[in-house]
Each structure stands twice: as C-alpha cells, then as structure tokens.
C-alpha cells in the first residue's frame, strides 16, 4: 500500500495528498528507511538515466568526451540553446546530423528557445527532445560496438548492453521492460532494487575498477553541470545547486525521483502513485534534508516542500506540507 507522502492545503482545507512509495538504500547496510511498498515493481523512467549511460564510459567509447557531455547523457534537459548547441557539436563530431537521432522532435520547455523557433518560424527537431543528450550517448557507444543505425531495437547491442548494465547494478535480473517517451526501451525494477543502484553509484570509487570509476565520471558530471541534467527553473537543477556537490539527483517522469549521496554511501528512489511532479519533488527535498546534505531553510527547500501556493493575484492561497511520516524521520 502507498503511504500519503505529500499534502496540499487551501487555507483551513486538506484540498488534496499524494500517495507514494520511497526507499533509503545505504551501501553495505541495505534498506535503512522506507515508506509504502518498497519492493513495488515501476518503471523508473528518466530518473535512471544515469544507469543507461554506464555502458558509454564503462566500455572506453566515452573517452574524449568531455565532463559536459556526460552530464549531458545524464540529461532531461529544457532544449535551451545550452543544450541543443552542444548536441549539436556532439552529432557533428560524431560525423551524424539531427535525422542519426532516434527520440523524435519535442517543443522546447525552455521559453526563450520555444519563442526564438516561433518567431522564425521554424519548427522544433530531435536535438530540442530532452533526451537528445542521452541519445548521443547511445550513438557514441553505437560507434564504438560497430551496430547499426536502430540502436533504440531493444536487442541491439546498445541496449542490450543497457540492459546487462541494469541487471548487475539493480541485482534485479529482469527481462520486462516498456518504451520510453524517447523511444528507448525502459526497464522495469524493484523500487528498493533502484535505490540499490543508486547507493552503489554513491559508494563507488576509482579504486573500485572501471565498473567504479565509471561511476564516480557519471555523478561528478551531474554535480558539476546542474544546469546541463535539466535547466533553469527546474527541480533537478535547483536541488544541485543548493546542494553544493553533495549529491546528485534526477527526476523521471511519472511521480519517480532518485538521489546519489556520496559522502553517506546511500541511494533514494521514490515513486508517487498519481506520478505528480510536485509531490515527487517535495517529497525527495524533505529526504535530502533529512539525511542532513540539504538546509530546511534554503529558499530551494522552502520552495519545493512548501510552496507557498498563490493565486493569479500572488495571493497566498495554500500551501504543501509532507507528511509527518517522511518529515520526522532523520539519519
């Protein structure tokens, strides 16, 4: 069962909750906190962008690459001119142009990039889709193990590679999977079996082999390029900002959020039942202060877990409130 997770109040009224399931995974240790079902079986959507990206640097077809472009394979990003002018660069190196790509075309949620193709008329592409990070990633590993064009075919070698990178970090062998916004298959997994993944991304080190090394690249990128894993004004960006290169987070589609938290060694994944962004968001910013990597104070904090709601006339109206489920406990 799903655990009320996050509440929304107008002035005296409980207007409406979010109900949901979170799992605190520290390395070595296992689960060390968790609320609604831990072992739910969800479909982690972008938020394990990281994990698909594993088999880029694990293999050597990374090297060259620069920090920025990881990140950018990390990404859900607002196809800001930050974004797209690097893709580009990116398929150009590669000898590829827009029509290599394989997510399709997406208007851009960044406002001056969607005004600026309104404007000249001219119609969005792939580069602007927020995954086009994440699919250069896969041509760049499609360059290096010789497949063809399809690298989205769920047995080409990309994805198959994918999906054994999957496996092993989940230790959740499982052959299910559904097709993402993007057009890539997306796999399914344990909620508690994501947050396992996400505390071996926390723990690794370069000591620990390709395999941990690889891994320290891909959060280091995250940390280091907030503004490249997602954008201005969105959650992902603002969260490792005020984090300070503490941890490093990503949002999923659907209600699903994970976190990396190198100096305790531990992993989040949460999914929200009703897949509210709102909730998903409030609900990993009370877990980030919990653990104590954020401050309740920062006006991040407040903004995400509180609100406050406003009106049309920026009059308050309401506000959030986590559940004291999530907002009593602590590391």
């Not at 997510?103 to 960044?110: H, R, T």
């Not at 602007?128 to 699919?135: E, I, L, M, V």
């Not at 997306?186 to 909620?191: A, D, K």
Request: contains cysteine.
């Amino acid at each position: 069962m799903a655990e009320t997770l996050v509440e929304v109040h107008r002035g005296p009224v409980l207007e409406s909750q979010h109900r949901g399931h979170a799992v605190v995974w520290k390395h070595g240790a296992g689960v060390i906190a968790s609320w609604g079902t831990p072992d739910l079986r969800i479909l982690p959507r972008s938020s394990s962008k990281m994990i698909q990206a594993l088999p880029l640097v694990e293999s050597g077809a990374a090297k060259g690459l620069s920090q920025a472009q990881i990140a950018l394979a990390c990404a859900s990003h607002n196809g800001a001119a930050i974004h797209t002018d690097p893709v580009t660069a990116w398929l150009s190196d590669l000898g590829l142009s827009e029509a290599a790509l394989r997510c399709g075309a997406q208007e851009p949620a960044d406002i001056p990039a969607r005004d600026g193709l309104v404007c000249s008329g001219t119609n969005p592409d792939q580069r602007h889709n927020n995954c086009s990070g994440k699919h250069c990633g896969f041509l760049t590993l499609n360059a290096h193990l010789g497949g063809d064009p399809e690298y989205i075919d769920p047995d080409h070698p990309v994805q198959r590679a994918v999906a054994e990178a999957w496996d092993s970090v989940t230790d959740d062998a499982n052959p299910d999977y559904a097709i993402d916004g993007c057009s890539a298959p997306n796999f399914v997994t344990r909620l508690d079996r994501l947050a396992r993944a996400m505390a071996e991304f926390a723990s690794a080190t370069d000591d620990n082999g390709v395999r941990g090394s690889a891994m320290v690249t891909l959060r280091n990128a995250m940390m280091t390029y907030p503004e490249l894993v997602a954008g201005e004004g969105r959650a992902c960006t603002r969260l490792m900002r005020a984090l300070g290169g503490r941890a490093a987070v990503k949002t999923g589609a659907e209600g699903v959020f994970t976190a990396i938290i190198p100096e305790h060694g531990i992993g989040i994944a949460l999914k929200i039942e009703d897949g509210a962004t709102r909730a998903s968001e409030a609900a990993m910013t009370q877990l980030l202060i919990s653990i104590g990597v954020l401050d309740a104070q920062d006006p991040v904090s407040q903004a995400l877990t509180i609100g406050p709601i406003t009106n049309r006339r920026d009059l308050v109206t309401g506000e959030m409130r986590v559940a004291s489920a999530l907002s009593k406990w602590r590391l």
